[in-house]
């Protein structure tokens, strides 16, 4: 809000030396014109620019976070991706260039050069504070990655965890079929005692066939 405020400040300023300029019987001095340029241009739009800057791209980095996040997973915030002492470093850097700046439309000799000094150092600012929110979003973005590889790559062990045991399950069930079918049969053959199909049992002496098997 502090660039917003700047902005509208400067635009009052502006349009009263031009409302100044245009009802005064004789004209202002030439340099009230280059003041009033300079709160419209620099004071401004410039500062407006800078305010819509800092609010578009931390949201456009959240946003972009957010809808890659897993549900219940909340991305940083704006003002973790560009905290508000950087925005106050640099508004502070701006606020500085635009005094200067209007003070040269008056005294132009002396000051020159420290105003185009203090405007570079606020547009530098301004740059690098744009430029750790890009850097803000790309380190999350890696992190975010790598933590879907490792969540992948679990569950993948989990899968074949999984798969093995099942298999080993199934191996375990066919081994176990075979002596249940044998003890089956062999219950259903020999379950009375008697030999099937009446055949003679000798175990021993002849055992009458039609007679409990066995040895006398």
Same mark, same amino acid.
């Given at each position: 809000?502090?660039?917003?405020?700047?902005?509208m400040?400067?635009?009052?300023?502006?349009?009263?030396?031009?409302?100044a300029?245009t #009802?005064?019987?004789?004209?202002?001095?030439?340099?009230?014109?280059?003041?009033a340029?300079?709160l419209a241009l620099?004071?401004?739009?410039?500062?407006?620019?800078?305010?819509?800057?800092y609010?578009?791209?931390?949201?456009?980095?959240?946003f972009?976070?957010?809808?890659?996040?897993?549900?219940g997973?909340? #991305?940083?915030n704006?003002?973790?991706?560009l905290?508000?002492r950087? &925005?106050r470093?640099?508004?502070?850097?701006?606020?500085?260039?635009?005094?200067?700046l209007?003070?040269t439309?008056i005294?132009?000799?002396?000051? @020159?050069?420290? #105003?185009?000094? #203090?405007l570079a150092v606020a547009?530098?600012?301004?740059?690098?504070?744009?430029?750790?929110i890009?850097?803000?979003?790309?380190?999350r973005?890696r &992190?975010?990655?790598?933590?879907?590889i490792?969540l992948?790559?679990?569950?993948?062990?989990l899968?074949r965890?999984?798969t093995?045991?099942?298999?080993a399950a199934?191996?375990d069930? @066919?081994g176990?079929a075979?002596?249940?079918?044998?003890?089956? @049969?062999?219950? /259903?053959?020999l379950g009375?005692?008697?030999?099937?199909?009446?055949?003679?049992a @000798?175990?021993g002496?002849?055992?009458?066939?039609?007679k409990? /098997?066995?040895?006398?």
């Amino acid at each position: 809000l502090d660039f917003w405020r700047a902005g509208m400040a400067s635009l009052m300023l502006a349009s009263v030396i031009w409302a100044a300029g245009t #009802a005064s019987p004789t004209r202002l001095p030439e340099s009230m014109d280059i003041l009033a340029g300079v709160l419209a241009l620099f004071g401004f739009a410039g500062s407006v620019t800078s305010g819509m800057l800092y609010k578009i791209m931390p949201f456009l980095a959240w946003f972009h976070l957010q809808s890659m996040c897993p549900p219940g997973v909340l #991305a940083p915030n704006m003002k973790q991706i560009l905290p508000d002492r950087l &925005q106050r470093r640099q508004f502070v850097a701006q606020l500085i260039a635009l005094a200067l700046l209007c003070a040269t439309t008056i005294w132009p000799g002396p000051l @020159i050069y420290p #105003a185009a000094l #203090a405007l570079a150092v606020a547009a530098v600012l301004l740059h690098w504070n744009l430029i750790l929110i890009v850097r803000a979003y790309m380190r999350r973005r890696r &992190q975010m990655a790598g933590a879907d590889i490792d969540l992948q790559r679990r569950e993948d062990q989990l899968r074949r965890r999984q798969t093995l045991v099942a298999r080993a399950a199934h191996r375990d069930e @066919i081994g176990f079929a075979d002596p249940v079918m044998d003890m089956e @049969i062999g219950g /259903a053959l020999l379950g009375d005692g008697r030999f099937p199909f009446g055949l003679a049992a @000798i175990v021993g002496r002849v055992i009458v066939t039609g007679k409990d /098997a066995g040895v006398r």
